[in-house]
């Protein structure tokens, strides 16, 4: 068999190929997303996305790092949906509504990383336990709350009608956002949140503190499930 050389931005056909040759199993995006490989979208400057160059800089490499945009990549669709993101100062950046969708093909991964994931892969540290050695999957986009579990979870977080946001099942971010979908129960309110999409979306949309919504997700039982996703999101976003 012929060895597949590795691209120095790779796409994420040519990333999968190479991983499944040198590990001997098959990859695909979502996994290559759920063992932390990191994506980015290839820009040249646009008057519609200024806000992501600085001064000199014509074309810029856009990591894709918020786990919502993750998600919409692990799910299967057929472009990347980039909403939140690093601008060339690597400053945190929403951009405008509703984002900027390229083809799949604009996805590229970078050498070095595809390099570092395959020797953490190969040499894997000792010292981890099994557990901490397996990959976290990305939340399923068919998985969330319900309306009264998120009117429990995000309760006096800020100045916000909640409730009345949720009632017509309207998305934090536009189109469907933080709504997953209809749960199988149906009836009138009966569709499911993503509580770290929905966190987001409270504090860039409607200005809830940071803190007040760091402390639900330290405290509440009903977003324990969520708090590993929510601490990674406000890594890769510097907050």
């Not at 319900?146 to 429990?152: A, C, F, N, P």
Request: with cysteine.
């Amino acid at each position: 068999m012929t060895s597949l050389s590795l691209p120095y931005r790779a796409t994420a056909t040519e990333a999968c190929a190479w991983l499944a040759q040198q590990t001997g199993t098959p990859w695909s995006l979502a996994r290559l997303l759920e063992q932390g490989g990191l994506p980015y979208v290839w820009l040249d400057y646009s008057e519609a996305w200024a806000e992501l160059f600085h001064d000199g800089v014509t074309r810029y490499a856009a990591p894709v790092v918020f786990i919502g945009d993750k998600e919409h990549l692990a799910s299967g669709v057929g472009d990347v949906w980039l909403r939140l993101t690093r601008d060339s100062g690597n400053i945190a950046i929403e951009l405008k509504a509703p984002g900027l969708r390229v083809p799949l093909d604009g996805l590229h991964f970078q050498e070095r990383d595809l390099l570092r994931l395959l020797k953490e892969l190969q040499h894997p540290q000792p010292e981890e336990a099994e557990a901490d050695k397996a990959p976290v999957a990305l939340p399923s986009a068919l998985k969330g709350l319900g309306r009264e579990q998120i009117l429990t979870a995000f309760a006096g977080v800020g100045k916000v009608d909640l409730d009345k946001g949720m009632a017509g099942g309207v998305g934090i971010f536009g189109d469907d956002g933080a709504r997953v979908r209809k749960n199988s129960r149906g009836g009138k309110n009966s569709h499911l949140w993503h509580p770290v999409t929905l966190a987001f979306g409270l504090h860039d949309v409607h200005r809830v503190p940071m803190a007040h919504l760091k402390k639900a997700f330290a405290t509440q039982p009903l977003l324990r499930e969520w708090k590993a996703d929510w601490l990674e999101s406000l890594r890769l976003l510097g907050e």
